[in-house]
Every structure is written in C-alpha cells, then in structure tokens.
C-alpha cells in the first residue's frame, strides 16, 4: 500500500477491495464517492475497478434520465441505477413509460443509435409487449450480451442471438418449432436459463437443440396438462428425461422440477458427464442407490440430505473394503438432516476429499428423543459425542478446509450442546490448523456468545447476518491484486 495515503483512505480502499461487489449498495456508493474526492487518478481507479454491464430495463428505465446519466462526467460506475430512475407508479403506468422512451429515442436518434446502442450490454425485457422492446433488438447492438425476456412476446432477430453470452427466456403457448430455432441461434451462449411452458413436448428434440457451447443451463419444464413426451411415447418425470443429449460442455446444471431427480439415468449421467455443480439435494437415505455412482461424478459441490437412520452396509464402517461416497473432486460439502454415526462414518472416514474448502452442517432433526425424568438422554449425549469425535479427527486430518458452517436453524439446542461439550477440542483445532480461514455459526442471533471469551489470537469475531464469523487473520489474506492497481497510477 503506498505510505503517503492517508490511513483513512486507506482504510476504505482496502474496506471496499474486502467486502467487493457483494456489499451493500447505497454503503459502496458512500465508499467510492470518499475515493473518488482524493483525485483525478483516483476516479479513473474505482472506474476501472467498479466496471460493471451496462444493463437497460424498458418498463423501469426512463430513457431521459439515463442519459443524464451517461453525460455525467463524475460517473462512478456504469450502472443504471434503479433509485435514480422513475418506476412505473401511480403518475406514470408502463404503457405511458414505453411511449415516452419511444419518443425520447426517436427526437434524439443521433444519441440514440451512436451511443446508448453502441455501449448497452444487457438489455431486459417485460411480461408485457412495449413498443420499446421493438424499436431497441431492431438496432444494431455491438456490446450486448445478456438478454433477459420474462415472457418471449417481443420477437428477437435470429442474427441478435449469435452474440450473446447469457439467455434467459421463457415460452408458453410457442411452437417446438420456434423454441429449438431459438436455441440453435446461439452461437456462442454460455449460459442458459428457460422456463418451457408446454404440453406434450419432445424431449429428445429440445434436449438435442441446446447450444453446444453451452456451460451452464437451468431448465424448468412446466406441462400444462402433467404430459411431457420424453420422443418414445412415454410419460413425463425426471425419469425420462433424455441426458444423454445435453452438451458435453456442461458445468452447471440446474433441473427444476416437482419430484426430487434421484433416477439411475440421472446420477448414471452426471457419472459420464463434465458436469461440476448441480442445485440440488441428494436424499441418500431415502433414495440409497443414488449412493451407487455418487462418488464416480466430478461433482465439486454436493449437498446431502441425511434422513433415515440405515446406510447401506458397503458404505458403513472402516476400512479399504468399503465404499466411498464422495466424490474427491468435491470442494463444498453441505450435510443436512439427521446425523447418525453410521452416515459420517461413511462420509468423513471412507471418502477421501483432498479438494475439500467449504463444508456446512445443517442438522434438521427429523424426531425429538425421550428424555428421561432429569431431562437427561444417554443415547442422544453418546450420539452426539460420537459425531463430533469422528468430525474432529477428519478435519483434524484435513489440510484444505477453509470454511465451516454450523447452522442453528433447526437444531439450536443441539449443536449449541455439542459446542459448549466439545468447546477444547474445537479451540484447539482453531489454533493449529493451517488452512481454515473462518467458522460461520448461521442463524443464532448476534448476542449469542460461544467459547466464553477464550478466543485468541490469531482469531476475531464479528458479527455476520445472523450469527457470528469467526475469522483467522493468519490465513485470511487480502487480494494482492490491490497493490498492482494502485502501482499502475
């Protein structure tokens, strides 16, 4: 950091370089418009780092305003901010926005065409038909590459979707016909986002026109009628969804729909396929031959979902006989519901996951144990004891592991009982461990107050959401990336 700022501005570059784009909106402003003040330089600093798409929503955006904008030579980024502009409200309803855009456009078309249309990188269209809509995709849009359409009323030219690299789009009541043309316009979309609202559509032909280019998909299939035609004459359900023709280019997959995707075809798939993360919870104790070829995947995250005391005798126990269940590619381990011996057994002793960074616990007990006359329950305080014992040598052994979570959400009684009971052993992995940088205790309230003040340094605690973040500050490191864009001015 250069020795001649001042230690309050210092303070805010290194504030905002920390919490990034994900911070509160209106307290990144007040952040940027502190820097921007020091100099010329400095503004053209956050301008270069706050370089966001320029994104345009016709029945939020007046035309007028946005211009103003534009013409602002003190501009710190290159959004359109919403409070900035007017919403549809009781003084001007969306069919009086539209027309005024129109006419805005129209009375300013030098401005129009060589620069809104030439700088626009994402445009966002509504539910209803606007006459804006049509004047806009008409034009010729060098920068764009994101369009959103709630509903596909405003007809985009075949030759505006070869540039894009992100649609989301939904149809109902369109033909096959015009959704796979579509879809095979897009030349180079990486990511896809459709709602189908269809009765007795061909799977295999909308499945087989998916962009090959394609990285991430989230796909919602919604018959009209409960009739989806997987190209065979079958019915509809995940079951007989055709996987095998999505592109090979895969990474994200997200499948919306009614029952729970634990069919053999799918987890067979996601065993041959690239694909990295899915939304979704497996129910391996409702569904155990998921459990099958779990492993064999290149899943980098998976989310279990513990319900059922019973697991399959080959993944129970120790030892080279059995079987793994997660795959070692995994980086984020999100473990829910009911946490027997048996389960992290098979999870944290018989999987080795040498790529592991994040993982969460978030228990949901399904029954609430009988206590005898002291409130007392033996079984449930060994269970417990148990759990946490085999939890703590894994990450005793583990030298990846970055972030912990342990939401209180459902079970706050419990694990604030396993906490306080296994309070040393915790602490003591805290200080040793080389690579963990914070321990997340969700959804507990921010006057809740574990370890009772025996928390050292190299440790702090904040205040989160809605709970407490532990930090390590011998392992949390900021961005080195900082000092090279501050050398470069």
Excluded at 66 to 78: A, G, H
Excluded at 83 to 109: F, G, L, P, W
Excluded at 163 to 175: A, C, E, P, V
Excluded at 303 to 320: C, E, N
Aim: hydrophobic share 35%; glycine share 4%; aromatic share 12%.
């Amino acid at each position: 950091m250069n020795k001649e700022l001042p230690i309050l501005l210092q303070s805010k570059i290194i504030n905002l370089f920390v919490k990034g784009i994900n911070q509160d909106e209106e307290e990144e402003e007040d952040v940027l418009a502190d820097i921007v003040l020091v100099s010329k330089k400095w503004m053209e600093i956050v301008k270069k780092i706050n370089n966001v798409l320029t994104a345009f929503e016709p029945f939020v955006h007046r035309l007028k305003e946005i211009k103003e904008i534009m013409d602002n030579p003190f501009l710190l980024n290159n959004r359109f901010p919403l409070y900035e502009t007017t919403y549809c409200n009781d003084t001007m309803s969306e069919q009086e926005m539209d027309q005024e855009n129109v006419d805005y456009a129209q009375n300013n078309k030098e401005w129009f065409i060589s620069v809104f249309c030439k700088q626009i990188e994402e445009i966002r269209l509504g539910s209803s038909q606007f006459k804006f809509d049509e004047l806009l995709v008409k034009q010729s849009l060098p920068n764009l590459r994101i369009i959103r359409v709630e509903s596909y009323l405003t007809e985009l030219p075949l030759p505006l979707l070869t540039q894009l690299d992100k649609l989301r789009i939904s149809f109902k009541g369109h033909t096959l016909y015009m959704i796979t043309q579509t879809f095979g316009a897009c030349k180079q979309l990486k990511k896809l986002s459709t709602k189908i609202a269809y009765d007795n559509i061909d799977l295999k032909r909308l499945f087989s026109s998916f962009p090959k280019t394609l990285d991430n998909l989230r796909l919602d299939i919604v018959p009209e009628f409960g009739i989806v035609d997987n190209g065979s004459g079958g019915g509809g359900g995940g079951d007989y969804y055709p996987f095998e023709l999505l592109p090979s280019s895969l990474k994200t997959l997200n499948i919306v729909h009614r029952e729970p995707l634990h069919s053999q075809p799918f987890i067979e798939y996601l065993a041959k396929s690239n694909v990295e993360y899915i939304k979704h919870s497996f129910q391996v104790g409702r569904y155990p031959s998921v459990l099958k070829d779990l492993s064999r995947t290149k899943l980098k995250r998976v989310s279990l979902m513990l319900s059922g005391k019973r697991v399959p005798v080959q993944y129970t126990g120790a030892g080279s006989s059995q079987r793994p269940i997660i795959p070692p590619t995994v980086t984020e381990l999100y473990v829910r519901e009911d946490f027997t011996a048996d389960w992290f057994n098979s999870i944290f002793v018989n999987s080795q996951m040498p790529n592991l960074k994040t993982l969460a616990f978030i228990p949901y007990p399904s029954h609430q144990p009988q206590q005898d006359v002291d409130g007392y329950n033996e079984e449930e305080e060994d269970e417990g004891l148990v759990l946490f014992t085999i939890l703590m040598t894994f990450l005793n052994q583990n030298k990846t592991i970055e972030k912990i979570t342990f939401d209180f959400r459902h079970a706050w009684e419990y694990l604030n009982d396993q906490i306080k009971s296994n309070e040393s052993q915790l602490l003591q992995y805290m200080a040793s461990s080389l690579s963990i940088k914070q321990i997340i205790f969700d959804n507990v309230g921010t006057k809740y107050k574990p370890f009772s003040g025996k928390l050292v340094h190299p440790w702090i605690a904040t205040n989160g959401f809605n709970g407490l973040v532990f930090i390590n500050t011998n392992n949390y490191h900021c961005d080195p990336s900082l000092q090279n864009l501050i050398n470069d001015y």
